[in-house]
């Protein structure tokens, strides 16, 4: 079919003069590009900055996953901490009372002002108790101290939160606010 085409158009192409060919060539060439960019480059091209472009967002996707198993492992040492120091939480213990040994041993019991307990749950299993002890009229030793012997006990006890203001009235006492906080496994 295609050997009947040719014997048919060649005498005409050969009645052409040559820059009638000239022109016939160029345009045959021009065609065939239009028809091979159309058909194979234009897709293969939409195929290459598509697959760029999946590749660009599955590298952030990737490093979206690598970033949450970061804070996965480090929430999950936290939490194995947590069980750690709730294990070590003896029973019958009584923060209050361990507390106001503390502040008794620190010799600074009359200048506490308030003991305010607070229980948060943390899952179904264990709860975080923290209690808020108000300080007043204390200097900085004595409330060193008082925080190191907190933080030495052999109860798994953490400093949460600490606040320390000097006082208006004198300016060698301070005024503190101290969050101690552990863990308790939920019988």
Do not use: W
């Amino acid at each position: 079919m295609t050997r009947a085409f040719i014997n048919r158009i060649l005498p005409y192409i050969n009645k052409l003069n040559t820059r009638e060919k000239t022109i016939l060539m160029i345009g045959l060439i021009g065609a065939t590009g239009i028809i091979l960019y159309g058909v194979l480059i234009a897709p293969l091209y939409e195929r290459y900055t598509n697959l760029n472009r999946l590749i660009n967002q599955k590298e952030s996707q990737y490093k979206e996953i690598l970033q949450l198993k970061g804070e996965y492992l480090t929430l999950k040492d936290e939490y194995k901490g947590m069980e750690k120091a709730a294990s070590k939480t003896k029973e019958g213990f009584s923060p209050l009372t361990f507390m106001e040994g503390v502040s008794a041993q620190a010799k600074i019991k009359d200048k506490v002002v308030s003991m305010k307990p607070t229980v948060v749950p943390i899952g179904e299993n264990y709860r975080e108790s923290s209690i808020e002890v108000k300080i007043e009229k204390v200097v900085l030793e004595q409330i060193m101290r008082y925080l190191h012997m907190i933080e030495g006990s052999d109860f798994p006890l953490k400093i949460k939160i600490l606040q320390l203001k000097n006082r208006f009235d004198d300016a060698g006492l301070m005024d503190a606010s101290v969050v101690v906080s552990f863990y308790e496994k939920i019988k």
